[in-house]
Every structure is written in C-alpha cells, then in structure tokens.
C-alpha cells in the first residue's frame, strides 16, 4: 500500500501520527537548507518537509511532476495558509520513493493560468487532465450522471443498452459507416441516436426506458457540439403525451442542476414559445431568455420609407432602452459585426431617440412624422433609446436580427448573471424546403404531425406542425424530442411527402414498420444532451473542456492520432479498396 491518507485530508486533528502519501511533485521550493515538496493528488495539496541531506540530496534529482511516495509525520506549520484544507500541517518527511519519473522537459506547465496551445494540450491529454479545473470537470461529470441515472431510476425508467452497430437511418447528419467482414459490400451505421431501437421498445412492452446513450454524428465541431460522438439522456415513455414528457425534464433537469450549482435555476413548468414566435421575436429556435431584447416587425412603418435600403425588403428592429448615450463608435462597430461573412447583413442601419423625443444620428433624416408617430404609439419607444434597423428577405432578415440581438446583449452587459434560464420551442414545422426546392423533414423524422393521417392527406405540407420539441438553455438547445408516429398509415404518408416510397420506408425503416402492425402503444421521449448540460454547470464555453478525451476542431483525436490509415491487409478484410 502507497498511502495511508490521501493529499487533501490531513488537518490539525492529524498531528504527530505517521503518514504515508503517494502523488505528484507540484512544486519544489528550498528555503535556507530545507527542501519544500508541494505534493498533489486527486484530492488536494499537502506540504512536504525535507530536512536530511540525503533525502534533499535524492529529491534534487526528481523534475517536477514525477510521481513519489513519501513517509512522515504530520506536524504543525510555523507559517500557516489557511487558503487551503491542509494549510495548518506538513509531514516532515523520513523516507522517499520515486515511483515514475517525469522528463525535465515538460510540454507546457500543469495548473498554470498561462494560455497553452489547444492542439498541444489535447496531444498530451492525460497530462492536460492533471489541470486542477480541468480534473474536476471530469469529476463533476461522474457526479453528474450518477445523479441522472439515480433520478431516472428513482423516477420508474429502466435503464437498457441498445446496439452500437445498426443501420443507416436518415436523421439529420451523416453517418458514420462500418463496413462488414462477413457480410461484403454491406455496411453498418453507428447509431445517430437510439431512436428506432427505443421505439420498438415501446412495442416490447416497456413502460419507461431510458439509457446514457452514445450518439455518432459527422457533423463539423463547434465550441458547443463535440465532432464525432457525444452523450444523451434517452428516454421513452408509452401511452405519454407532450405533457408527460415535458413533465419528467422539468423533474429531472433543475434537480441535476440545483445539485450542483449555486446560481439560480428556473423551476418549471418552463415558459412554452411556439417555433414561429421564437423566430420573430428572437430570430432564432435556441433563445438566450437572459437577454431581455427582441426583435420587432417595422416593415409596415416604412413601407413609404424614401430610404433605398428598406425598399422592398422585410424590415426587423430591435430597441435598446437607455442606449442613446454610446457614441458613434459602438454603432459603426456594430455595423461592423453585422456585416461579417458569418452574419451576411448587407448594412446595420440605426437611429436614437434623444431625451427630447427627437431622432437623431444614422437614418433619422428618413423618419417622418408619421412614422415616428407609429413607432412611439405601437412599439413602445422611449426617449434615450437606440433603434437598430436589419432590411432582407424575411427568413434571413430573422437570422441576422437574431445574430445582432445577441451581440448587442453581450456589448451592452444585458445578459442577466448567474441564473439558469430554461424554455420549451414547440410546434415546429413538420416539414421545410430543401436546398432543391423539394420537401424534406425539418426535425425528426419519426414525429407525429399534429393532426394526424388527416393533416397529411388534406394540407399544405409547409402548414403542418409536429408534435416536436426542445429544451433550450441559457441560448443553447440543451434536448430534443418528439411524440413518435406509431401509425404504419401515417408513417408511410409523412414519408411520401418528402419523397420516399412506400418500398423505400419498408426497406429502410423495415423493422419499425413491421413492428407497427402488432399493436403500437402511443409513446413519447426526449433526449437532453448529456455533455452541452455539465458543459453549462460547469460554466465552461468550451465543451471540449468537460470531455476527458475530446477531438480537436478537425474532429482529429491528437493523442490517439485517429483517424489514421490502416494497412492493405485490414481493407482487404473488409473488401474495400481506396480509390486514389
């Protein structure tokens, strides 16, 4: 045995007993002919004496970070720091062991707040993961889903593992396709998400089934969204409504977050915003509830507008009270923003209304009388407000009014502090144009249309509604989930009209479809994202940073160097051969 007390435990109460402890070298100080070890573990700090010769004679030759077990006693500090829990002791030291030894020359310094290179911190992960804060983000996520799971069980689920290895289902990114030894020129798709396998659950019987399902998709990476794989909460419930489902999360999710936060968390029942209001008002289905801007429809109050910009174009404003005091600078650095490639607004065109009720500044020239009339009367402006102005075709004039209302929370310092704010988005559209022209699904494909068979057959498929919704967070889409189609007949016609044929869902959704004729219960679930939730507890904004072994942002695993290439032999296998 290495330790008898770990480094983070020792405290007055210890004096005077013979210890053994076992970590790492922190820091090595030597003060007047005696040599200081600042020893670490997972649980804390203890200081190390060394007062023999031999014994400073040996540890000179340790780098830090080298892995060592001493033996001692606890005493008393003559010089206390009551900054940490072991700040009142430190065990003089009789005996040393060197149990791995460190290179003298480390890639970068452990727990050190100077900014390192990502790329080199993920390409020596495991010793990035000594990081203090980084350690204790991976310790929090245990914390985290063992809470979830003991909620989930204490809730009536039970917990079932559903295959790695399935079949290609359309669901919204790409596949990540396995190809079959024993099966030439076949494939497998590692699963996007348990979605078939947990509805046919549902018609097993299975009252409530739920798992920590891994999830693969190639999509691209962002600050938000891990590229490759990722975790979820999965859950499904039978003869469940939109109700039932909404019921569990608000249960389940402000428990998990009060466990382990001290910042203030929404209770619910959460606030309900259909889709088509959350684009109007915010420009985007993920609002930040923290930011208290909106956007507003002023198309009608210039539609005589002498001002080119505005001619012919769906016209979005956003009012930001008590704001007329920035100087022209923040307004051309807002112009600035709104005109990047990732925004793609054409121009930010603004005004302010001064403490006299006058416009002035950016396009005041063109706000007559009756239009500044109209916008005091039904846009509740105020005196001291600014005005910010997005002209475009409607869809993209939402997006980039989105985009701006967002940025202006942030420059301003709008966004409300230290509190969890969470919504529901719902009813959204059962299906959208594609890129084409065509029809395609907009959400999930398996989602119940609002209406039924009778929706299907009789409206315009842009017009119809699904029983889909998501959680959203503090601006991130936190879970997503849906009341399940469990009808053949309206399944093979919500896939018709976006183009599948009754064979092609047979063939591709044949499982599913065949368990359909024997008896489907209605069913329902969702599935919050299990790393964007310990991602915001532990308020990082990076998620990379709360995944003990994440990919980089070219969805490259720098310490496992994958993806790689593997040997002819491996590809003959499994009959693939690269085309150079």
């Known amino acids: 045995m290495y330790r008898t007390k770990t480094c983070g435990e020792l405290t007055i109460k210890n004096i005077e007993e013979e210890v053994e402890l076992a970590g790492w070298i922190q820091k090595i100080r030597n003060l007047g002919g005696m040599e200081f070890i600042d020893l670490r573990d997972e649980f804390g700090i203890t200081q190390i004496i060394i007062s023999d010769k031999k014994l400073q004679e040996q540890v000179s030759k340790y780098p830090k970070e080298s892995c060592i077990h001493i033996k001692g006693k606890v005493v008393e500090r003559s010089s206390k720091n009551l900054n940490m829990p072991t700040g009142e002791i430190e065990i003089v030291a009789n005996y040393i062991e060197l149990l791995g030894k460190c290179e003298n020359n480390l890639p970068f310094e452990i727990n050190n707040d100077q900014e390192v290179r990502e790329d080199l911190r993920l390409q020596y992960r495991f010793l990035d993961l000594r990081n203090e804060k980084l350690h204790n983000n991976i310790l929090l996520r245990s914390k985290i889903l063992k809470t979830l799971r003991d909620k989930m069980d204490e809730l009536g689920f039970t917990e079932i593992q559903t295959p790695i290895l399935g079949n290609s289902s359309p669901e919204g990114a790409r596949d990540y396709l396995v190809?079959?030894?024993?099966?030439?020129?076949?494939?497998?798709a590692l699963p996007q998400a348990p979605q078939q396998f947990k509805q046919l659950l549902m018609v097993s019987g299975f009252n409530k089934y739920y798992q920590i399902a891994p999830c693969f998709r190639d999509e691209d990476p962002r600050a938000d969204r891990a590229p490759g794989e990722f975790y979820q909460l999965d859950f499904e419930m039978s003869f469940a409504t939109q109700e039932d489902v909404f019921k569990v999360i608000e249960d389940v999710v402000p428990y998990?977050?009060?466990?382990?936060?001290?910042?203030?968390v929404d209770e619910g029942p959460f606030v309900k915003i259909p889709y088509k209001e959350a684009m109007e008002k915010y420009g985007i289905d993920k609002p930040d509830l923290r930011n208290p801007l909106i956007i507003q429809d002023v198309t009608k109050v210039f539609e005589n507008s002498e001002f080119k910009a505005f001619e012919g174009k769906t016209i979005k404003a956003i009012i930001v009270e008590n704001c007329a005091n920035q100087g022209r600078k923040f307004f051309d650095k807002m112009g600035e923003f709104a005109t990047t490639e990732e925004v793609g607004a054409k121009g930010l065109a603004w005004t302010k209304l001064d403490e006299n009720y006058e416009f002035?500044?950016?396009?005041?020239?063109?706000?007559?009388?009756?239009?500044?009339?109209?916008?005091?009367?039904?846009?509740?402006?105020?005196?001291?407000?600014a005005i910010f102005f997005i002209a475009d075709e409607f869809e993209k004039a939402q997006k980039i009014a989105g985009l701006v209302r967002i940025e202006l929370g942030k420059r301003l310092d709008l966004i409300q502090k230290n509190v969890y704010k969470f919504c529901f988005i719902v009813d959204f559209p059962m299906y959208e144009l594609a890129d084409d022209g065509s029809i395609d699904f907009s959400h999930n494909p398996?989602?119940?249309?609002?209406?039924?068979?009778?929706?299907?057959?009789?409206?315009?498929?842009?017009?119809?509604?699904a029983y889909q919704y998501d959680l959203v967070c503090n601006g991130y889409?936190?879970?997503?989930?849906?009341?399940?189609?469990?009808?053949?007949?309206?399944?093979?016609?919500a896939f018709e009209i976006a183009g599948y044929t009754k064979e092609e869902v047979k063939n591709r959704f044949g499982a599913l479809y065949h368990a359909f004729q024997f008896g489907t219960p209605p069913h329902a679930g969702a599935a919050p994202g299990v790393d964007r939730m310990i991602m915001l507890i532990a308020d990082s904004q990076?998620?990379?940073?709360?995944?003990?072994?994440?990919?980089?942002?070219?969805?490259?695993d720098l310490l496992m160097r994958?993806?790689?290439?593997?040997?002819?032999?491996?590809?003959?296998?499994?009959?693939?051969?690269i085309d150079e």
Do not use: C
């Open 446 to 465: 398996f989602s119940m249309p609002q209406g039924g068979l009778e929706a299907l057959e009789t409206k315009d498929p842009l017009e119809i509604l």
């Open 542 to 556: 990076n998620i990379r940073e709360i995944i003990a072994f994440p990919k980089n942002k070219k969805a490259r």
């Open 360 to 385: 002035v500044g950016g396009i005041a020239k063109f706000i007559n009388p009756q239009m500044k009339e109209l916008l005091e009367k039904e846009y509740a402006l105020k005196k001291n407000s």
């Open 256 to 264: 998990t977050f009060k466990k382990f936060t001290d910042w203030e």
């Open 179 to 188: 190809p079959s030894r024993l099966n030439p020129g076949e494939f497998y």
């Open 477 to 493: 889409e936190m879970a997503s989930g849906a009341v399940r189609n469990h009808s053949p007949e309206t399944m093979i016609k």
């Open 562 to 577: 994958a993806p790689s290439q593997v040997s002819e032999e491996q590809l003959k296998d499994v009959h693939i051969k």
